[in-house]
């Protein structure tokens, strides 16, 4: 009987072992995690963001997106230049000069975090954020 319970015992041991076929994510380096990730961000369709600027501000002033490639299409309906700046930790800053009732589109991917932008111009400074967070798709 013991003899029956040992080959038992090692039997599922056997198959249980045998369950688990090849790597999973979590064996994978830190490393490697993160290059995954960010692969994953550039190849994600573009997040579109409108802004416009005229004489009463720019709108919208808060805007959440998710993290990764962000289009942002700037309206400079305004009877001046401005200038767009967005700042953030995780990148360096973006600049643009966009004339009177010109556009400009920024490309630019996003890790997570808060992002700040000034619109300058005309003796005026406005402000604004964007939030970038995890995609939807995960």
């Known amino acids: 009987m013991r003899i029956a319970a040992s080959i038992l015992l090692v039997l599922m041991v056997i198959g249980l072992s ?11 380096p830190l490393d490697e995690q993160a290059l995954t990730s960010e692969v994953q961000e550039q190849e994600q369709e573009p997040t579109n963001v409108v802004l416009t600027i005229d004489g ?5 002033s808060a805007i959440a997106v998710p993290r990764g490639p962000v289009h942002i299409e700037i309206h400079n309906k305004a009877q001046q230049s401005r200038t767009f ?20 589109i920024l490309e630019i ?15 005026e400074t406005m402000r604004g954020v964007i939030t970038a967070n995890i995609p939807n798709s995960i």
């Open 18 to 28: 045998a369950c688990r076929i090849g790597p999973t994510a979590s064996d994978r």
């Open 56 to 60: 009463e501000g720019v709108a919208p």
């Open 85 to 104: 700046t967005l700042t953030g930790e995780a990148i360096d800053e973006q600049q643009a000069s966009i004339s009177a009732g010109q556009s400009y």
């Open 109 to 123: 991917i996003l890790p997570p975090g808060i992002y700040e932008f000034t619109v300058t111009g005309g003796g």
